[in-house]
């Protein structure tokens, strides 16, 4: 059983900062993409951003120069640093990871989600 739990989302004024965290657990043989989108309601869910196990990124345009995803291979954990936030930015927040499970002497990497974190940025 993999689970994603995921931590951090707050209420904060525009121009704060947040910092999420996602921990991939259970029976895994490696984690691989981990990302962050967003959520509003009735919109559908986006991609804020991406890092891969080699550690490269891909932002979206409206949070680049202000979030920064980062990944502690180790801990098997994604980090999305938030700074000048905005009202814009307030969503459920989740995280997404492709992982590398091992089941029957086969190997298959599969998408998981977490169950969200929600950020609200107003005054």
């Known amino acids: 059983q993999v689970q994603l739990v995921e931590s951090g989302g707050d209420l904060v004024q525009p121009w704060g900062s947040l910092r999420l965290s996602c921990a991939a657990s259970?029976?895994?043989?490696?984690?691989?993409?981990m990302g962050w989108y967003r959520q509003v309601p009735g919109k559908e869910r986006e991609l804020v951003a991406r890092i891969d196990n080699g550690g490269r990124t891909n932002y979206a345009d409206s949070v680049k120069g202000r979030f920064t995803i980062s990944r502690d291979n180790a801990k098997n954990t994604v980090y999305l640093q938030m700074i000048s936030l905005k009202p814009e930015d307030t969503a459920g927040y989740y995280c997404y990871a492709r992982i590398l499970i091992a089941r029957a002497y086969e190997l298959s990497e599969n998408g998981y989600w977490g169950q969200g974190t929600q950020v609200t940025v107003s005054s």
């Open positions: 259970g029976s895994f043989v490696r984690v691989n993409g």
